[in-house]
């Protein structure tokens, strides 16, 4: 699903403009970066966690010329599904 698909669904359910629910869903998702940046966590209560991680810097290799390069050490977003969310996607699946 794209974003514009998600804007359309979610006007659609909450009987809303569209103009409206994006510029709503715009703000959160630029919420959640700002405080990812801040390096601190969001959580939503059973859908699940957003969180930085960090990861070491490593000697990797260039698959063409498997010459040694120097990837350096970074932070990155992760995303922990909570119990709900678990259950829901499993029971769908089943």
């Known amino acids: 699903m794209t974003k514009d698909e998600l804007v359309a669904r979610v ?3 909450a009987g809303m ?10 703000a959160t998702l630029d919420e959640i ?3 990812l940046k801040k390096g601190d ?8 966690t957003f969180k930085t991680a960090k990861r070491a810097a490593r000697i990797g290799r260039n698959p ?8 350096p ?7 922990s ?8 996607v499993s029971k769908k699946r089943k």
């Open 41 to 48: 966590k969001v959580s939503f209560v059973g859908f699940g």
């Open 33 to 35: 970066t700002k405080c």
């Open 17 to 26: 403009p569209k103009t409206h629910v994006n510029k709503v869903i715009k």
């Open 11 to 13: 006007a659609n359910a």
């Open 64 to 71: 063409q010329t498997n010459e040694k390069i120097k990837i």
């Open 73 to 79: 050490a970074t932070v990155v977003p992760k995303f």
């Open 81 to 88: 599904a909570g119990k709900s969310l678990k259950q829901a």
